[in-house]
């Protein structure tokens, strides 16, 4: 089993900056990516931005190209998301997600392991 802890959250305003954290603990060798999806109410689940784990190989929405860069630490089984330039359509709850993939994919469904989520609020 894989466990995910999530931090970094808050409370920002427009054009600031943020950056989310990810912890695995557990059998991480079991999944090869690793990423954030972002939700809010009455809004399905949005993929946002992930990466291939011990690889260099970057997904991000088009949403967030340009603004948001996702990176890991392999030692420390941490994935990070620096997130720029917020505007208020980024607001939401980021989860961090894991699981093991044929190859990328957005969709929620495709991923195994799931963190708490963290609150991002962006003020206009």
């Known amino acids: 089993q894989v466990q995910l802890v999530e931090s970094g959250g808050g409370s920002v305003q427009t054009g600031g900056s943020l950056r989310l954290s990810c912890a695995a603990y557990?059998?991480?060798?079991?999944?090869?990516?690793m990423g954030w999806f972002r939700q809010t109410p009455g809004k399905e689940r949005e993929g946002v931005a992930f990466?291939?784990?011990?690889?260099?190989?970057?997904y991000y929405a088009d949403s967030v190209k340009g603004r948001f860069t996702i990176s890991q630490d392999n030692a420390k089984n941490t994935v990070y998301l620096q997130m720029n330039s917020l505007s208020p359509e980024d607001t939401g709850m980021y989860y961090c997600?894991?699981?093991?993939?044929?190859?990328?994919?957005?969709?929620?469904?495709?991923?195994?392991?799931w963190g708490q989520g963290t609150q991002v609020t962006v003020s206009s």
């Open positions: 997600a894991a699981g093991y993939l044929a190859k990328p994919t957005m969709e929620a469904g495709s991923y195994r392991y």
């Open positions: 990466i291939v784990a011990y690889g260099s190989t970057t």
């Open positions: 557990g059998y991480t060798y079991s999944t090869n990516y």
